[in-house]
């Protein structure tokens, strides 16, 4: 083998490391992620950059109310009556593609994938309820400094006094009057987690660790 061809295998092996590596990193231990949504306002406001933490997920966290993560959007943002289960008020996911190489693009690569951002309200076994523009947790009335005033109403949803089922989370956006969220398509599965945010590094007035 002449010298040139082995530099170029050489060359060929370190960069399908080097893919290789970035991709597990990405998938299971961080990635920085970007704000396109008001739905978290004035907690992120559009274009902020913010690291996410996939150990988490990748090592079964259990989930705490007040978290702030990013999930997989449902198929169905607005539930309708007909289509509510009020017993299983579970976010559907009708998108699951069917080839080993659609799988990867979409999962692996996130491609065509849609995600949003927002806080945990309700862990299972919660009961949440939505009333007179007040957020209740097992009947007890949750504070929330950081709606900053805001009122929550029902959105539309129907989702306003369930309990969280197994293996689900119940979430709102900070921006309680522009965010659709659990109000309107219900729980998200675990399952559909991808992260926590813990840190934010732009804007550099705003860098530093996320509570």
């Not at 076994?125 to 029902?154: C, F, P, S």
């Not at 989702?159 to 119940?170: A, K, L």
Request: overall charge neutral.
């Amino acid at each position: 083998m002449s010298p040139k061809v082995k530099n170029v295998i050489e060359w060929c092996y370190c960069i399908v490391i080097a893919i290789t590596l970035a991709i597990l990193v990405r998938c299971f231990v961080g990635t920085p992620t970007v704000v396109k949504q008001i739905s978290m306002q004035p907690t992120f406001v559009e274009n902020q950059r913010l690291l996410l933490n996939r150990i988490d997920t990748t090592f079964n966290h259990k989930w705490k109310r007040g978290e702030i993560i990013t999930f997989e959007a449902p198929s169905t943002s607005m539930v309708s009556l007909e289509d509510a289960d009020f017993n299983n008020p579970v976010a559907k996911y009708e998108n699951n593609p069917k080839s080993l190489f659609g799988k990867f693009t979409y999962y692996v690569l996130e491609i065509g994938k849609t995600s949003y951002i927002k806080r945990i309200i309700g862990v299972p076994g919660d009961r949440i309820q939505i009333a007179d523009g007040k957020v209740y947790v097992n009947d007890k009335e949750l504070k929330e400094e950081y709606v900053h005033g805001q009122e929550t109403d029902d959105m539309g949803g129907l989702f306003t006094d369930i309990t969280v089922p197994d293996g689900t989370v119940f979430v709102m956006g900070d921006n309680r009057n522009h965010s659709t969220d659990s109000r309107c398509f219900g729980c998200v599965p675990m399952d559909k987690i991808e992260g926590k945010v813990v840190f934010r590094f732009w804007p550099f007035n705003k860098f530093g660790k996320i509570d």
